[in-house]
């Protein structure tokens, strides 16, 4: 077995945990519109946003995406909180989703700002995200 194939399962195993023993979260990347251009498509009919570099959407590009998710949330040690980079509300999460910063993370009823993800990615194959939320 490729090693590929053994990150690959064990981010299925790792996914598994996080549903099992973790919390259903939302992942909401903003969307923008900025850089499309929309264009439309006389052969069908339709449409579309094209970007400067060619890459074509047929959703509008400043919808939100939303990306379903578990989270298993755990404590930043006292030692960490500087009250700059990592700060005294600051949530610590282990994603089965892949946020980035500038996205919302919705769990428990709240709205954080994901602040920092880490995403932990040998091979390629992204295996959790460590996330920093506010």
């Not at 850089?35 to 570099?53: N, S």
């Not at 509008?60 to 040690?77: D, S």
Request: glycine content about 8%; hydrophobic content about 40%.
């Amino acid at each position: 077995m490729s090693n590929t194939a053994e990150y690959l399962e064990m981010a299925r195993e790792v996914s598994d945990e996080l549903r099992e023993n973790g919390k259903a979260a939302m992942i909401v990347r903003p969307g923008s519109a900025d850089g499309w251009e929309k264009k439309f498509d006389a052969l069908t009919g339709t449409w579309y946003w094209e970007d400067g570099e060619g890459t074509i959407v047929h959703d509008y590009p400043a919808q939100a995406t939303k990306i379903p998710c578990f989270v298993l949330e755990n404590r930043f040690a006292i030692t960490h909180i500087d009250g700059s980079l990592v700060q005294a509300r600051d949530r610590l999460f282990l994603a089965s989703g892949h946020p980035v910063p500038g996205d919302e993370l919705h769990t428990d009823g709240a709205v954080l700002k994901v602040v920092q993800a880490i995403p932990f990615r040998p091979a390629e194959v992204t295996i959790y995200t460590e996330v920093q939320a506010r």
